[in-house]
């Protein structure tokens, strides 16, 4: 069957484009034919890809070291952006490598291939520019994070751990709106339909949506932060990471403990890592029997004791006698600790407990233990006395005790 006119000119043509054998190589194995190819051909593409993967890396490095010194003035931004393009820099030495290699007339196709192959470079392309514009956004963003947590800004840091998402989940939404075009499809079709689904979806994922919104209520309230410690009816630990759907909560027994945001966000949190002081909180149980004046001489020298402690609010400490309890008399101590963190609150703690102990030793005071001690009345007492009397081989009697067979 012949070709018609004008697909037998085209192939013509492009037969004539592709590179030529040397003609000392006529004659061997590589001018034989492969997919309308000659050997040849193959191999110079070949060579083209591989060269593009082995200097993808240099070239890289190359573009990074300009950019250095096109934005040394503006010093860190600067080395933030050649990073975050040399991704961008090496996808598109590969998409150059391709395209010499199967669309600069080295290789001849039929119509339907090269439209194929023309497809997949464009593809690539709109990657390397999604790469590139996301490597962009979240380098810039990681500055003023790294400033932000130089700072101390435990909000900001979590704010922009959410702000990083958000462009990558954008890049990735305009690389797929972008391919999709490449490859035929109807764009406004889609979204009718997405919205559609859309909504469908929401009705039937209620639950992640409201997780969904939890986690924005979480990040813009700044209730908690990445590195605090918080205390919730659900879970008390170190949090980790703020998801969007969720939260990952480090317990104090180790064990990683995932959170719905709506949780969080609809229940009672406590934040202890911003606590302005720890409170240390008790009672001395003293034994009963002790003298009101050993009581004033036990707190005075507390009070005396705590307030020559730097690590103390002097003006918060509280000791005084607070109750009689069932097995003994209680002096309420109180005080706050300066330092917020839980290893130095735990050794103030130990410090003031042995102190209390030393003074305690001092008064000649003995703690109370949990003890019922009864009291029998005088009555009580005489019927026992008199009923021990009774037992035979008893030598008590009682008194006026008739003699059988003699009057009064």
């Known amino acids: 069957m012949n070709l018609p006119l004008t697909n037998q000119i085209a192939d013509l043509n492009l037969r004539a484009a592709a590179v030529q054998l040397p003609s000392f190589w006529q004659d061997t194995f590589l001018a034989d ?18 060269a593009a993967l082995a200097l993808r890396k240099a070239i890289s490095k190359l573009g990074e070291l300009t950019g250095n010194k096109i934005f040394r003035k503006t010093g860190e931004t600067g080395k933030v952006l050649a990073a ?23 290789l001849v196709f ?42 101390g800004k435990k909000s900001t840091v979590t704010i922009h751990a959410f702000y990083r998402r958000a462009i990558q989940i954008a890049a990735v939404v305009v690389a797929v709106f972008m391919i999709l075009r490449v490859w035929g499809f109807d764009i406004s079709g889609l979204l009718a339909g997405i919205g559609i689904g859309g909504l469908a979806l929401s009705l039937a994922a209620q639950d992640t949506f409201s997780n969904l919104l939890a986690g924005l209520t979480i990040m813009t309230d700044h209730s908690f932060a990445i590195g605090d410690v918080i205390s919730s ?39 202890l890592s911003r606590i302005a002081k720890r409170r240390i909180r008790f009672s001395i149980g003293l034994e ?52 917020v963190d ?8 130990e410090s003031i407990l042995l102190e209390i102990m030393d003074v305690m030793a001092e008064e000649k005071l003995d703690f109370a233990f949990n003890a019922m001690t009864v009291h029998l009345n005088d009555l009580s007492q005489k019927r026992a006395v008199m009923e021990n009397s009774l037992l035979p081989g008893n030598s008590l009697q009682p008194e006026n005790n008739l003699q059988p067979g003699k009057a009064d």
């Open 33 to 50: 034919r492969l997919l309308d190819n000659q050997i040849w051909n193959w191999l110079l593409a070949l060579a083209i890809i591989l």
């Open 84 to 106: 975050a393009l040399a991704p961008t820099i090496r996808l598109i030495v590969m998409i150059t490598g391709l395209s010499l290699a199967l669309q600069s007339g080295l």
């Open 110 to 151: 039929n119509e339907r291939t090269s439209l194929f192959i023309g497809q997949v470079i464009e593809t690539l392309k709109a990657v390397a520019l999604c790469v590139g514009l996301a490597g962009i956004g979240t380098g810039l963003l990681g500055i003023r994070t790294e400033k932000a947590r130089t700072d």
């Open 233 to 271: 009816p659900d879970v008390e630990g170190i949090v980790e990471d703020i998801g969007l759907r969720s939260s990952k909560i480090r317990s104090f027994t180790q064990a990683l403990i995932t959170v719905p945001n709506a949780k969080l966000s609809n229940n009672t949190v406590t934040n």
């Open 288 to 339: 009963y029997g002790v003298t009101p004046d050993q009581i004033r001489s036990l707190t005075d020298k507390l009070k005396e004791r705590m307030a020559q402690r730097d690590t103390l609010y002097p003006e918060n400490t509280i000791i005084c006698l607070e109750k009689f309890s069932a097995s003994s008399i209680d002096v309420l101590f109180q005080c706050f600790v300066k330092s």
């Open 342 to 349: 839980f290893m130095e609150y735990l050794k103030e703690q």
